[in-house]
């Protein structure tokens, strides 16, 4: 086989591993345990527990951890399910639809259309 062709397979099978590991997993959804720990994109912290349960804050409104927004979660196929549970009892639901959960990052987007990039936080015990 010629350099230029070897090459060639090599960027091939390169992209097929990036396709796949990067996407959803063969049963047409992402894994739910790799959403599991703490998520942070600029201010806004998200973070999900493997009981199906969260909260979220954002510290640019001057909201600690400690005053975080409740919420429970579900994840079917690219379908994440985020019900906030208001102070008055009420729930609001948000759907998002994830393009890419790995180690690393989670990208969603919104009912309104806007992506949002998460990173994975590192959570350091005072």
């Given at each position: 086989?010629?350099?230029?062709?070897?090459?060639?397979?090599?960027?091939g099978?390169?992209m097929?591993f990036?396709?796949?590991?990067?996407g959803p997993d063969?049963?047409?959804?992402?894994?739910?345990?790799a959403?599991?720990?703490?998520w942070?994109?600029?201010?806004v912290?998200?973070?999900?527990?493997?009981?199906?349960?969260?909260?979220?804050?954002?510290?640019?409104?001057?909201?600690?951890?400690?005053?975080?927004?409740?919420?429970?979660?579900?994840?079917?196929?690219?379908?994440?399910?985020?019900e906030?549970?208001?102070?008055?009892?009420?729930?609001?639901?948000?759907?998002?639809?994830?393009?890419?959960?790995?180690?690393?990052?989670?990208?969603?987007?919104?009912t309104?259309g806007v992506?949002?990039?998460?990173?994975?936080?590192?959570?350091?015990?005072p």
């Open positions: 086989m010629n350099a230029k062709r070897y090459i060639y397979c090599l960027l099978m390169m097929a990036c396709l796949t590991s990067c063969e049963g047409g959804g992402f894994d739910p345990s959403l599991v720990g703490h942070q994109e600029g201010t912290h998200e973070k999900y527990f493997d009981n199906g349960t969260g909260y979220t804050w954002d510290t640019a409104d001057d909201v600690s951890e400690e005053e975080a927004q409740p919420f429970e979660w579900s994840l079917e196929g690219d379908q994440l399910i985020q906030h549970i208001l102070f008055e009892g009420q729930i609001v639901p948000r759907i998002l639809t994830i393009t890419q959960l790995n180690a690393f990052q989670l990208v969603y987007r919104d309104g992506t949002h990039t998460f990173t994975r936080a590192l959570d350091i015990a």
